[in-house]
Nanobody
Framework: QVQLVEYGGGLVQAGGSLRLACAASGDTNGVWTYYWYRKAPGKQRDWVASISAGGITDYADAVKGRFTIFRDNVENIVYLQMNNLKPGDTAVYSC?????????WGQGTQVTVSS
């Protein structure tokens, strides 16, 4: 089992930055890929970014060039650096981990971007 806890959400003005953190604990050695997703009110949950065990990253078009996913393998923390935030980035951001047929999710953290 892998437990995930997100940190770092908050309120920021458009154009500002936030860094989210996802602290992983438990049997993290077997995790294949970590993901960040977001869900805005009234919308479906969208994939934002992912990072594989080998460090390969991928991003949704909506955040490419503005968001960066990276990980601290010693502390087992996955970060999402969000720059040039827009009001459309307002959502609950959740991290997830997948290994084989299994997955684990954090509880989510609110990010609100004011115009």
């Amino acid at each position: 089992q892998v437990q995930l806890v997100e940190y770092g959400g908050g309120l920021v003005q458009a154009g500002g930055s936030l860094r989210l953190a996802c602290a992983a604990s438990g049997d993290t050695n077997g995790v294949w890929t970590y993901y960040w997703y977001r869900k805005a009110p009234g919308k479906q949950r969208d994939w934002v970014a992912s990072i594989s065990a080998g460090g390969i990253t991928d991003y949704a078009d909506a955040v490419k060039g503005r968001f960066t996913i990276f990980r601290d393998n010693v502390e087992n923390i996955v970060y999402l650096q969000m720059n040039n935030l827009k009001p459309g980035d307002t959502a609950v951001y959740s991290c997830a981990a997948r290994w084989g047929p299994y997955e684990s999710w954090g509880q989510g953290t609110q990010v609100t971007v004011s115009s």
